[in-house]
């Protein structure tokens, strides 16, 4: 099929999907916003299951698939589902080799809504998107909330697939089985790192996958953490960096305040500091950065993904495998095409089923 039909084909097949989270996340949104939820999980209605069972024969409704760890060696397998075959066959034939070497740095800003970029309130961040490509229109999943949303951001699949609704990392939780970028990258050699403002994130960096994951107090925290290991450190090829005040900000006192502006500031700040933490180390020539966020907000939540404003999140890719010049992505974006982005620069197969293709256009050719 035409490459240009076949992402708005399958997109639209999965948009049923989403309908499907959506339906969960109805019944489930007395529950899973800000605050860690104290009462057992209620558990997935059985119509919700079946329906998941049905479109989805491998699917599991109430725990994550195990997506297998794909190694350079590793085929395709032949129990694949159609779904997953026809996702992964645009981007199975895809030679990284053409691009220029590369490590890949993730920066999550928690929360952060794109409208609140500014070349005035956050230069470091308007110069990675003017020196890269951006799009201010990318879209997390449905539920629009941190655990969910970074599951998906990286791993590379939707919520169907991973199903994690919860929001903490009480004991009583299911353990996340879906692998991340982290698993991928262990697996294939290569050296990573996690500092991170929110505990739960450790579910998806696990310490025994990742070369170091550390979590950190606040922004300022993170950065300087991030900061100590990157110069102490022999130099990692995936680093992930999530920076949790924007978020903190916005439900004490609301999206798009004086305040919540203010603290997306500082969250620049730290974005610098992450940004020069690079240089000294002299990778900042090697290394393409994404910058996005988990989820937008409105008044002090986020949890309602029917609302655009919760969904929509800033999504920029700068470096060397990036197009240069502030490009403007004109093509939908997913949370989780930054995984499938990240491991095509980072040169590793793409697993099959993985929801998320690289953003073609945002890459070098
Ligand atoms: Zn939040």
Same mark, same amino acid.
């Given at each position: 099929?035409?490459?240009?039909?076949?992402?708005?084909?399958?997109r *639209?097949?999965?948009?049923?999907?989403?309908?499907?989270?959506?339906?969960?996340?109805?019944?489930?949104?007395?529950?899973?916003?800000?605050?860690?939820?104290?009462?057992p999980?209620p558990?997935?209605?059985?119509?919700?299951?079946?329906?998941?069972?049905?479109?989805?024969?491998?699917?599991v409704?109430?725990?994550?698939?195990?997506?297998?760890?794909?190694t350079?060696?590793?085929?395709?397998?032949?129990?694949?589902?159609?779904?997953?075959?026809?996702?992964?066959s645009p981007?199975?034939?895809?030679?990284?080799?053409?691009?220029?070497?590369?490590?890949?740095? &993730?920066?999550?800003?928690?929360?952060?809504?794109?409208?609140? &970029?500014?070349?005035? *309130?956050?230069?470091?961040?308007?110069?990675?998107?003017?020196?890269?490509?951006?799009?201010?229109?990318?879209?997390?999943?449905?539920?629009?909330?941190? *655990?969910?949303?970074?599951?998906?951001?990286?791993s590379?699949?939707?919520?169907?697939?991973?199903?994690?609704?919860?929001?903490?990392?009480?004991?009583?939780?299911?353990?996340?089985?879906?692998?991340?970028?982290?698993?991928?990258?262990?697996?294939?050699?290569l050296?990573?790192?996690?500092?991170?403002?929110?505990?739960?994130?450790?579910?998806?960096?696990?310490?025994?996958?990742?070369?170091?994951?550390?979590?950190?107090?606040?922004?300022?925290?993170?950065?300087?953490?991030?900061?100590?290991?990157?110069?102490e450190?022999?130099?990692?090829?995936?680093?992930?960096?999530?920076?949790?005040e924007?978020?903190?900000?916005?439900?004490?006192?609301?999206? !798009?305040?004086?305040?919540?502006?203010?603290?997306?500031?500082?969250?620049?700040t730290?974005?610098?500091?992450?940004?020069?933490?690079?240089?000294?180390?002299?990778?900042r020539?090697?290394?393409?950065?994404? *910058?996005?966020?988990?989820h937008g907000? &409105?008044?002090?939540g986020?949890g309602?993904?029917?609302?655009?404003?919760?969904?929509?999140?800033?999504w &920029?890719?700068?470096?060397?495998?990036?197009?240069?010049?502030?490009? !403007?992505l004109?093509?939908?974006?997913?949370?989780?095409?930054?995984?499938?982005?990240?491991l095509?620069?980072?040169?590793?197969?793409?697993?099959?089923?993985?929801?998320?293709?690289?953003?073609?256009q945002?890459?070098?050719?």
């Amino acid at each position: 099929m035409n490459k240009f039909w076949t992402k708005p084909l399958l997109r *639209l097949s999965r948009f049923g999907l989403q309908l499907l989270g959506y339906s969960v996340w109805l019944v489930l949104a007395g529950c899973v916003p800000t605050a860690a939820p104290s009462s057992p999980p209620p558990p997935v209605p059985t119509a919700t299951a079946a329906a998941l069972a049905a479109v989805s024969p491998t699917a599991v409704a109430t725990t994550a698939i195990t997506l297998p760890l794909i190694t350079k060696s590793a085929t395709p397998t032949a129990t694949a589902t159609a779904t997953a075959t026809a996702t992964a066959s645009p981007t199975s034939t895809h030679t990284p080799t053409v691009l220029p070497p590369s490590r890949v740095l &993730i920066i999550v800003v928690d929360g952060l809504r794109p409208d609140a &970029i500014s070349a005035e *309130l956050t230069p470091h961040i308007w110069e990675l998107a003017q020196t890269g490509a951006y799009s201010w229109a990318a879209q997390t999943i449905s539920p629009s909330i941190t *655990l969910p949303s970074h599951t998906s951001m990286l791993s590379g699949v939707d919520f169907y697939q991973h199903g994690v609704w919860w929001n903490d990392d009480a004991p009583e939780r299911p353990p996340i089985t879906t692998p991340t970028l982290f698993n991928y990258a262990t697996a294939a050699g290569l050296r990573s790192l996690a500092v991170y403002g929110k505990t739960k994130i450790m579910l998806l960096a696990q310490p025994e996958v990742t070369t170091q994951s550390i979590y950190a107090l606040g922004d300022v925290g993170v950065s300087m953490r991030f900061a100590q290991l990157l110069a102490e450190e022999e130099p990692f090829d995936l680093m992930f960096t999530h920076l949790p005040e924007v978020d903190g900000t916005g439900h004490a006192l609301g999206w !798009m305040s004086e305040a919540y502006l203010a603290a997306v500031a500082q969250a620049d700040t730290a974005v610098g500091t992450i940004l020069k933490a690079l240089a000294d180390k002299g990778l900042r020539e090697t290394t393409t950065i994404v *910058l996005t966020a988990d989820h937008g907000g &409105i008044n002090l939540g986020h949890g309602d993904p029917t609302l655009a404003v919760n969904r929509t999140i800033p999504w &920029i890719l700068s470096g060397p495998a990036a197009v240069a010049g502030g490009v !403007m992505l004109t093509e939908p974006i997913e949370t989780y095409d930054t995984a499938a982005t990240a491991l095509t620069i980072l040169r590793l197969p793409l697993p099959e089923g993985l929801d998320g293709q690289p953003v073609h256009q945002a890459l070098q050719k």
